[in-house]
């Protein structure tokens, strides 16, 4: 059964809903996330909204002060979801490396057996031109493709993503070029979300202060749940507040928080800035590119490539050099002759049996058995040795061998023997 893209993706990340959705590896941090914008909000909307319902009753505006609050934290939850859930701007892996950009060494390497081939290479940058500046690109060796500008290679999701930003615990996903709009919706929204809450808990604490013709400690104690939301939400503040303020620099000078850190000690002219509110109507107000990725679609097989075509390789010197290529060679021709010089020695020595009584004949019969034996090998001197029996990598002389040398040794003592008679 053929398999879909979402089901051997080689990156880290985590699918739900046959592919519909992707998440980073550390997608659990998405619940912490989650937890740390609805508890608050329960508290608020229980302990101090729902008592300031009736405080301002002129057109119900009471009630304005619970809705916003879940309507806009709703808001603020569907931003996290999408940052979250969707392609960032994942690169496709290519399955072989870019043949255009083969290259060899000039020094070739030496194999095991000694032959000498060529060492193949890539350029591990280039250059390509953008807004009429070169700008060096990478190769990445996971990837197998050389990264577009501004790409970068996420270690923790494991892919290439076009305009990488950063990877962002607290949604567990690579910010890029398809959800660095919603993650700065995200984190702005977080922001103002803190400041309203902290107000509203605020009013709280004023409008008990003046119920109560007390002061504010006793106001506080009164509604200790207002004075808790308050510090949360002040702390929440350094870090959502300033993480806006620092997104908004970005955006004005078209950086990424990649890019920023990188490049900072760099004196390199920023190449991508076009003005302010041009890079701010890139970020907001351009349509986001699909996805290069269809996690849905089956796998297809892919087509055989060609044989790739290599440069032509040094000739070596084949004296100086291991002859295993031409042993091998000579092997298989050695062994040709082998089986010829056995069937015509084991004619031969039947023959001398057979005809004994001519001791002249059966002298001139083993000797031709004995030149032939000894003069079968020296018809290719590399295979004199390899052609006694060894066909798989052995140097013993194999039993037929035996048996044919002993029966030669045999008609030979038989000669002797009738000239003695």
Not at 82 to 97: E, L, N, Q, V
Not at 215 to 229: Q, Y
Not at 259 to 279: H, K, M, Q, T
Request: aromatic content about 12%.
């Amino acid at each position: 059964m053929a398999k879909r893209v979402y089901e051997v993706w080689k990156g880290s990340n985590k699918f739900l809903f046959g592919g519909r959705l992707i998440f980073g590896p550390d997608a659990r941090s998405v619940i912490v996330t989650v937890l740390l914008i609805v508890v608050p909000i329960t508290i608020f909307c229980t302990l101090v909204a729902r008592h300031l319902r009736h405080e301002f009753p002129a057109y119900n505006a009471g009630y304005a002060i619970l809705v916003v609050a879940i309507v806009f934290t709703i808001y603020v939850l569907g931003l996290l979801f999408i940052t979250s859930a969707r392609d960032p701007g994942i690169i496709p892996r290519a399955s072989h490396p870019p043949e255009e950009e083969f290259c060899y060494e000039s020094s070739a390497s030496v194999e095991a057996g000694g032959r000498q081939t060529p060492s193949l290479q890539f350029p591990r940058t280039k250059e390509v031109m953008v807004n009429g500046m070169p700008v060096k690109v990478k190769y990445c060796d996971t990837c197998m493709l050389y990264r577009p500008p501004r790409c970068s290679h996420c270690s923790i999701c494991n892919n290439c993503v076009e305009r990488f930003d950063h990877h962002c615990p607290w949604v567990g996903q690579c910010i890029g070029m398809r959800n660095y709009r919603y993650f700065f919706l995200f984190v702005s929204s977080s922001t103002i979300l803190c400041i309203y809450v902290f107000a509203m808990s605020a009013l709280y604490i004023k409008i008990l202060m003046g119920d109560y013709h007390g002061t504010v400690w006793k106001a506080m104690k009164e509604s200790p749940a207002s004075v808790v939301l308050m510090a949360y939400c002040f702390i929440s503040l350094w870090f959502v507040g300033g993480l806006t303020g620092f997104h908004l620099y970005l955006i004005g000078t078209n950086q990424t928080t990649y890019e920023n850190f990188r490049y900072r000690a760099d004196s390199r002219p920023n190449v991508y800035n076009r003005g302010c509110l041009s890079n701010f109507l890139e970020v907001f107000c351009t349509k986001t590119k699909p996805s290069r990725n269809n996690f849905r679609a089956f796998v297809q097989e892919e087509v055989p490539r060609p044989p790739m075509v290599r440069a032509r390789e040094p000739e070596v010197d084949e004296s100086s050099g291991d002859q295993r290529a031409k042993v091998e060679d000579d092997l298989e021709i050695g062994g040709d002759l082998l089986k010829i010089s056995q069937r015509r020695n084991f004619e031969e020595v039947e023959d001398i049996h057979s005809r004994g009584s001519n001791e002249h004949h059966d002298s001139s019969e083993a000797d031709f058995v004995l030149g032939s034996d000894s003069q079968v090998p020296a018809a290719r001197p590399e295979a004199r040795h390899s052609s006694w029996g060894r066909r798989s990598g052995s140097w013993e002389i194999s039993p037929d061998i035996l048996a044919m040398n002993s029966g030669v040794n045999e008609s030979r003592s038989f000669g002797t023997k009738k000239e003695q008679h």
